[in-house]
């Protein structure tokens, strides 16, 4: 079946160390999204890739890095120089290169717990 | 202020009831508008496109108020399985979606 898959879907990061979420989707969607939830908050956005070998500046990427070497892949690394990595990570994809349709279809998200 | 706000909740109805809440954006020039269906400690999924016009999808109806710069959700003849957080979420640009950070609703037997 075709969809996004997130791993780990949980983790304990020690302070100080970087860690990566990996996600892959075979919808062949040409864009993909970070997005980052808090309790009480709505989603916010991280990083995005329009492209292969291009990605974007989200809202809040002070502390994150990602690449885009592949079209099915797009990891996040969160490096030690996020102060507050705790949060429930999601990882999205878009039919189009932007979100035209508003339709973004999610992995089952990775929860990220520094300890 | 925040882009999209939402009241929370939670909304606690029995089931058979109607439920109705709002969602405020922010941003007058916003794009387009959709509601969002996440359940508890999932992934959100898009529910329903929110049009000028209002439409509707089942027991589930969504309406538009650009003058006054919210939306709405309303369900009707409430199902246990209805039990979720809703969120609001407002296109901004070709590139850009802002989520409110939900209301729930839990739905009693």
């Known amino acids: 079946d075709g969809g996004i898959t997130q791993s780990p879907k949980y983790l304990f990061r020690k302070e100080g160390q970087n860690v990566t979420l990996s996600c892959e989707q075979n919808l062949n969607h040409d864009a993909m999204y970070w997005y980052r939830q808090d309790p009480g908050q709505g989603l916010r956005l991280i990083y995005y890739s329009q492209i292969v070998n291009d990605f974007q500046k989200g809202d809040i990427a002070e502390g994150y890095s990602v690449s885009r070497e592949k079209k099915e892949s797009f990891p996040l690394t969160v490096t030690s120089a996020q102060k507050n990595p705790t949060a429930f990570y999601l990882c999205?994809?878009?039919?189009?290169?932007?979100?035209?349709?508003?339709?973004?279809?999610f992995g089952e998200g990775s929860r990220l717990t520094v300890l | 202020r925040k882009e999209v706000e939402q009241d929370p909740g939670p909304f606690n109805v029995p089931e058979g009831a109607t439920v109705a809440f709002n969602c405020t954006y922010s941003?007058?020039?916003?794009?387009?508008f959709f509601w969002y269906r996440q359940d508890c400690r999932k992934e959100p999924k898009l529910l329903m496109s929110v049009y000028s016009s209002g439409n509707e999808d089942g027991r589930f109806t969504a309406q538009l108020n650009r003058a006054s710069q919210y939306i709405s959700l309303l369900i009707r003849d409430s199902k246990l399985s209805d039990s979720a957080t809703y969120l609001c979420?407002?296109?901004?640009?070709?590139?850009?979606?802002?989520f409110g950070a939900g209301t729930t609703v839990t739905v009693r037997a």
């Open positions: 941003n007058s020039a916003s794009q387009s």
């Open positions: 979420v407002v296109r901004l640009n070709d590139y850009k979606l802002s």
């Open positions: 999205a994809s878009s039919i189009d290169q932007g979100v035209l349709t508003g339709e973004l279809f």
